[in-house]
Structures are given as structure tokens and as C-alpha cells.
């Protein structure tokens, strides 16, 4: 299988789009480690992947919202000791509340958005940058989105996070080039029928959406040996093909 041998943390992985590349990356052979602060949601990732006959993942139980540094550090420092290097990390955590107008956006729904869509990617790529160098080819994900990504109104603070991680990625993917063994990319998910996408637009009929399952092909692309040398790229899964 393509990724054998290769680890991969994802974020958010106790549902939607984590759980969805969780189970595509580890049919392929990847050892996921599972982080989400919802127990039961990952248990049921983790019973997907073992049905899908998969390499059995850990499940790490990790709230990006409330942990402090030294949590995130402790994270690394576990990881370290147990696996030595990743290969992969995929943002796949995602805080979205409602639409709404920046005059009726909250100081504490605000700080917590950017605190789960935007700090968290940053706190956990800074403490895991040692691992991902220790691989001789290692790919970092970060998810974005295709509306919130253009600045439109009533986005708010999940709007902005998403401009702000490209931009994040962005910078990062420079940053690393010249070394030539992580590549940073964001992927674009587009409109699927996603929990997200039912939260935001409840009266839409997602009859009509691809599935969670229709992003495999993107994901395991990013993270498998026909992206290597792609980096600082959007990559939007509605125009992907391989």
C-alpha cells in the first residue's frame, strides 16, 4: 500500500472531513494518529478504520481550544518517543458557529474561532516541525474554504481565520522550500455534504453534494508520493485531478 510506514496526525479526526481522510489514509496503509477532544467521536473513527482493515490508530484525546503550550509541547514530546518522525499532518479542526455581521461577533466566540481554526494550526505545526524534519519526506495539509476564503460578508471570524491560514501556509511553505522535505499545501474542499455544510446552510438540499468520501483522492494525493515537490499550493478539490 502507497503509505505504508508513514504516520500522519490529523486534527479534527472524531468526524466530518478528519474522519473521512482518517479512514482514506489509513486504507492506504498509514498509521493514523487520531487527535479530537470528543472521546466517542473518536472511538468511532477508530472502529472505521479497524472495518476498513486498516493499520490500528491511536486515538489521542487533544482540546485545541483550551490547551496551553506546554500541552501542545507534551504532545510533541510523546509523539517523539513513541514514532521518532512524522510523515504527515493534516488541520482538519474546524469552529464555525454561525453567519453573522463582525458588529454582532462576540470578543469570546471570536477568540475561540481563532483559537481552533488559526492558533491551534500554528502551536501544533511549531511543536511538531522537529518530527516532520526527521522524516526524509513529510506533507503538512492545512484546510480551508472555498467561500469564507474571499472575505464575504457575514463570515466573520471563521472568514478570517481561513484567509489568515493561508496565509500561514503560505509563508511556511517559503520558509521550508530550500530545505526540499516538508511540503505545505491547503486544500480547498469545496461544497460537500460535510456536518459543517449542514450547520451553514440547513435549508440546502444536500441530495445534490458529493459525499466526505468523494475528498479521498485529494488527500491521498497530498500526503502520497505523486505531490512530492508540490508545495505552497491551494489545491481546490473541485478542479483536482491527478
Known sequence: MPLTHHVILITGAGGGLGGTAAVALAKAGAHIILLDKNIAKLEATYDAIVAAHGPEPTMYPFDLAGASENDYQELANKLAETYGSLQGLLHS?????????ISQVGTKDWGHTLNVNLNAPFLLTRVLLPLLQASDHASVVFTSD?????GHAYTGAYGVSKIALEGLAKI???ELESAQKIRVNTLIPGAVDSPLRKRAYPAEDKSK???MAALAPAYLYLFGKHSLGVT????????FHL
Open 146 to 150: 472555498s467561500s469564507a476564503r474571499l
Open 172 to 174: 511556511l511553505a517559503e
Open 209 to 211: 453534494l458529493p459525499t
Open 93 to 101: 479542526a474546524v469552529e464555525f458557529a454561525a453567519f453573522a455581521p
Open 232 to 239: 505552497g499550493q491551494v489545491i481546490d478539490s473541485r478542479t
